[in-house]
């Protein structure tokens, strides 16, 4: 597996290399330690985590010139990963996101491999993201975009966070390969494993984000709602994580006069104890670059769900349609503080508990069975019980 971030933590690389290893591969997980300060190497219950290192490369590119440096670093990153493949025994590449897909390409054309494209998010929309508006951005995306629509062709098995969920739901990213390609394409949702006992909600009622930080907007719109309260009402705000927009949101904290607690990056073993402060989770994303309206499925809403905390989430998407279906909390439009204040507000007043009846279990054996295109490796009944014993 090749992931253009350090995989510390990646929930979704790591459950789908756990699932793949119980059913009898031997995976390895080909990271870019863009900082360079994570172990270089790492094993995660039997997977193998190889972190790569060329240099400090920053994460996000809201200039050129940072843009040349991030796409240099990637560069370099690529061709290090596929120079291992190359000299290794490999019989799958599997590339996590569109930035990765050069290698797996590039490997099978040198060697008798199969190539595997799992396409978390639309990659051209990042192009968009630091300036949706911009005219150089778009056609930078529209570039990226006509180039992914290319290497399809060239995948032997193309597995994707979203599908529409029902025949009047939104469309997911399923819906959008097919409408441009007819790749063979299977829907893994990123949920995790339920929670046996979820903890208890804090005294406090107090909404949360746990997660990437990269589009300020999105918190400007939270505090404008929780500033709608009266000062004796108002809840508290926990935000946990980082990103390309730390520094302005950091400053838009510093600068209301909210009760908020802040906590950094964080790993994969700190998620549950950081939900476990929380209420509700806040996921309503900003939608002008477009994967949001395209399909995309945030983590959040089911991590919070696994923990019995519910979502607040953009209507009009297939985010929404799939919260309103599974009970998993209310929908507001963007960019609407009052909307999104009297959605909490009832959350509030009945102390909402949700249960996530889909998790990780489903997802994980329809992920196998992807694989079984490319041979079985071990039988069915023990391939589930070597799972369920992960």
């Known amino acids: 597996m090749v992931v253009s971030n350090p995989c510390d933590p990646d929930p979704r690389v790591e459950k789908e290399a756990l699932a793949l290893a119980s059913a009898g591969y031997t995976v390895t997980i080909h990271a870019f330690d863009r900082e360079g300060n994570r172990p270089k190497e790492e094993l995660l219950n039997g997977i193998q985590i190889l972190r790569y290192r060329v240099g400090v490369t920053p994460r996000g590119a809201p200039n050129l010139f940072t843009g040349l440096k991030v796409l240099r670093g990637l560069q370099r990153f ?6 291992t493949l190359e000299s290794e025994n490999v ?8 930035d990765t897909l050069w290698v797996g ?31 150089i951005r778009r056609i930078a995306a529209f570039s990226i975009e006509r180039r992914l629509i290319r290497r399809l062709k060239s995948c032997d098995l193309v597995i994707t966070s979203s599908g529409s ?8 990213f399923r819906e959008w390969i097919r409408k441009r390609s007819a790749v063979d394409v299977v829907v893994v949702e990123n949920r995790p494993l339920s929670v046996k006992e979820p903890p ?51 400053q838009m904290l510093v600068d209301s006069d909210i009760d908020y607690d802040r906590f950094g990056a964080f790993n994969r073993h700190e998620i549950g104890d950081l939900i476990s402060k929380i209420s509700v989770m806040y ?47 209310p929908t507001v439009p ?57």
């Not at 690529?78 to 120079?83: F, L, M, P, Q, S």
């Not at 107090?206 to 709608?228: K, P, V, W």
């Open 165 to 172: 969920a029902s025949k009047t739901s939104k469309p997911g």
């Open 78 to 83: 690529r061709r290090k990963v596929a120079e």
């Open 283 to 329: 996921a309503v994303y900003p939608v002008l670059r477009g994967n949001i309206l395209e399909g995309a499925l945030p983590t959040k809403m089911f991590d919070a769900a696994a923990y019995g905390r519910p979502s607040v989430v953009n209507s009009g998407c297939l985010m929404g349609d799939i919260a309103r279906a599974e009970e998993l909390g």
């Open 334 to 390: 963007v960019g609407d503080p009052l909307a999104l204040r009297n959605a909490l507000d009832k959350l509030r007043q009945n102390s909402t508990t949700v249960t996530l009846d889909r998790d990780w279990s489903g997802e994980a054996e329809r992920l196998i069975s992807a694989y079984e295109r490319f041979g079985t490796v071990l039988e069915p009944s023990r391939r589930r019980s070597n799972y369920a014993h992960d």
């Open 200 to 250: 208890p909600f804090p005294e406090r009622f107090t909404i949360g984000y746990i997660g990437s930080i990269r589009e300020a907007n999105m918190f400007r719109t939270l505090i404008d709602a929780i500033s709608i309260w009266p000062e004796n009402q108002r809840p508290r705000f926990v935000l946990a994580g980082h990103g390309t927009a730390d520094k302005k949101v950091n």
């Open 105 to 135: 390409l590039r490997v099978k054309k040198k060697k008798t491999v199969k190539l595997v494209f799992d396409m978390h998010d639309l990659a051209h929309t990042w192009a968009r993201m630091t300036n949706p508006a911009s005219i």
């Open 91 to 98: 019989d799958i590449v599997h590339c996590h996101d569109a």
